[in-house]
């Protein structure tokens, strides 16, 4: 007879086989061909009414590449993003810090941070962005591995370079400032030595007078050709220029020879004579007729470098305006 739909509440769990769902493989009493799957209502053969062979085998198949998956997947945890080779691509953890081809160091819970393998960071906290070669914080900054560490720092006051010598995986470091620059442009390089060809300062305005004034201060171990030339700055012109020489070295201001082109009306002067004072490393200005308001400053180094150390003397940077 007829079988327009087939209720499968009357089938057996585990009943229907892979055998009984293979075309032919029906029942003697139903005519050949006279069932198909629209007979079957829909949504209404359940995984229950499956053979358990045949859970199996779907089972087996999902974690084939191709298809896709929607929803949530119950139970599932991953400790990483898989790049699909051996190892994790990127790992973040439960603090939200995350390593990209490394674990996340044990950071403070204060700071939100990016580790690089195998030794790059990039931090950020309340006070400022930092970012850094070998080094990472728990409230104490430590080498991430046996070797040298340098960080720059970046703060409303401005950007710290700080640099230490190799130390051992999560000692502590101890940090050197190599340069600051603070919020109002300063630069401060409290070790070491500044290495320049050539600086050029231009446009430094003053109001020259025919007093002496206070125009550059210059540092130690080096030797200096300062040249400074001044304008009228009314009428664009020019007052001419005038040169002056000083060896440094050892706290020690050595001044040479002033030149003034012929016809011009800057007069430059040391503070005060060669010495170790800060007034022996000061060159002062003036302009004869008052008129000039405007510096142009070149200063050359003609030595191997500048020096950017302080000294028991004069006490200041290399060049200071």
């Known amino acids: 007879m007829p079988i327009s739909k087939i209720n499968t509440t009357s089938i057996t769990d585990n009943s229907v086989t892979a055998g009984k769902i293979v075309a032919g493989a029906v029942d003697a009493d139903i005519a050949a061909g006279s069932i198909d799957t629209a007979q079957i209502a829909d949504d209404a053969v359940t995984a229950d009414k499956l053979a358990n062979a045949i859970n199996t085998s779907i089972d087996a198949k999902l974690p084939l590449a191709g298809g896709t998956m929607t929803g949530v997947v119950a139970g599932f945890t991953s400790t990483g993003i898989d790049d699909n080779a051996t190892s994790n691509a990127i790992t973040i953890d439960a603090s939200e810090n995350v390593g990209i081809g490394v674990t996340p160091e044990a950071w403070h819970s204060a700071y939100t941070a990016l580790d690089i393998s195998p030794d790059g960071m990039l931090m950020s906290e309340g006070g400022g962005t930092h970012l850094g070669h070998n080094v990472w914080s728990d409230g104490t900054w430590k080498y991430k591995n046996t070797r040298a560490a340098a960080m720059h720092q970046q703060t409303s006051s401005g950007h710290n370079f700080l640099v230490a010598p190799s130390g051992t995986a999560d000692a502590a470091i101890s940090w050197t400032t190599a340069m600051t620059i603070d919020s109002g442009a300063n630069v401060f390089i409290p070790t070491g030595n500044l290495r320049v060809t050539?600086?050029?300062?231009?446009?430094?305005?003053?109001?020259?007078?025919?007093?002496?004034?206070?125009?550059?201060?210059?540092?130690?171990?080096?030797?200096?050709?300062?040249?400074?030339?001044?304008?009228?700055?009314?009428?664009?012109?020019?007052?001419?220029?005038?040169?002056?020489?000083?060896?440094?070295?050892?706290?020690?201001?050595?001044?040479?020879?002033?030149?003034?082109?012929?016809g011009t009306t800057l007069i430059l002067s040391w503070k005060t004579a060669s010495g170790t004072s800060a007034d022996a490393h000061t060159l002062q200005a003036r302009n004869t007729d008052g008129t000039g308001n405007q510096c142009t400053i070149m200063v050359e180094t003609l030595s191997r470098y500048a020096s950017a150390s302080s000294g028991t003397g004069n006490g200041q940077s290399s060049i200071q305006l």
């Open 198 to 262: 050539n600086l050029v300062i231009t446009t430094k305005q003053i109001d020259l007078t025919t007093s002496l004034q206070d125009l550059i201060q210059v540092g130690n171990r080096a030797s200096y050709k300062i040249t400074v030339s001044v304008g009228d700055g009314s009428a664009g012109g020019r007052h001419g220029h005038t040169v002056a020489f000083v060896s440094c070295s050892n706290d020690y201001a050595r001044q040479g020879t002033i030149r003034q082109e012929t």
